[in-house]
Nanobody, 114 residues
Framework: QVQLVESGGDLVQPGGSVRLSCAAS????????MSWYRQAPGKERELVAS???????NYTDSVKGRFTISRDTAQNTVYLQMNSLTPEDTAVYYCNGRFVKYPWGQGTQVTVSS
């Protein structure tokens, strides 16, 4: 069955960095555009970054220049490198398909605080 397993979240200080990973299985990962989403306390889940099956990327304005999405097709894994973190980046981060949605994983918590 489909599984999305996020990992790598941490408590970091403002200005710090974190790298998130998402291991995918149970669907044709290599042909799917993938995305990272996040949900902050009291807010709706939002799209953060996307990567097509050919490697083209898109970012929401608030993370442009700070976050980088990438994928390893051989490992069925998508990554999110997060730099220059601010408290506003605090959220649970999830990965999923960009256009085809699968059951959500448990997410991984990123907390940015001094």
């Amino acid at each position: 069955q489909v599984q999305l397993v996020e990992s790598g979240g941490d408590l970091v200080q403002p200005g710090g960095s974190v790298r998130l990973s998402c291991a995918a299985s149970g669907f044709p990962f290599s042909s799917r555009a993938m995305s990272w989403y996040r949900q902050a306390p009291g807010k709706e889940r939002e799209l953060v970054a996307s990567i097509s099956n050919t490697g083209s990327t898109n970012y929401t304005d608030s993370v442009k220049g700070r976050f980088t999405i990438s994928r390893d097709t051989a490992q069925n894994t998508v990554y999110l490198q997060m730099n220059s973190l601010t408290p506003e980046d605090t959220a649970v981060y999830y990965c999923n398909g960009r256009f085809v949605k699968y059951p959500w994983g448990q997410g991984t918590q990123v907390t940015v605080s001094s």
